[in-house]
């Protein structure tokens, strides 16, 4: 239907799709030397919060193509309690629930919450105010309104 927003462009959803990858891999490249170091909980805990400050540059940047402000700033980790929440839970049932090896456990529940991230960076990120004006096909003259 013309005029109506779309629940998420497409280029939005491969850079955000993108920005995953890069923030798994680096969110795992911390992770896997803190193991070392702490219980598995305090090392993923430890790794996810070092991976978000990435993430929220990655996706200010290059997935809502905005400019970071402090208030996005400090409201980005709130975007993350779902995925953290989601992830956790997965985490705890896989490595205690299933018996998954805790080094490849936080990878498959990560997977559960992206899309509940998505959803929720948008809206901090991109307020709708910013979303109506980005999602809505350009007004010609001459069409109505």
Do not use: E, H
């Amino acid at each position: 239907m013309r005029g109506l927003p779309t629940l998420a462009p497409w280029g939005q959803i491969v850079r955000f799709a993108t920005v995953g990858g890069i923030n798994t891999l680096t969110f795992y490249a911390c992770y896997l030397p803190l193991r070392r170091l702490l219980p598995y909980f305090a090392a993923y805990t430890g790794a996810f919060a070092l991976s978000m400050v990435g993430s929220f540059l990655l996706n200010t940047y290059f997935t809502y193509r905005t400019r970071p402000t402090w208030k996005k700033f400090l409201l980005f980790p709130l975007t993350q309690v779902t995925n953290y929440a989601a992830q956790s839970v997965g985490l705890v049932l896989l490595v205690s629930g299933c018996g998954l090896n805790t080094a490849v456990a936080p990878l498959a529940a990560a997977l559960t919450a992206l899309p509940f991230t998505f959803l929720v960076s948008r809206r901090i990120l991109r307020p709708p105010a910013q979303n109506a004006q980005t999602d809505r096909p350009p007004v010609r003259s001459g069409d109505p309104v």
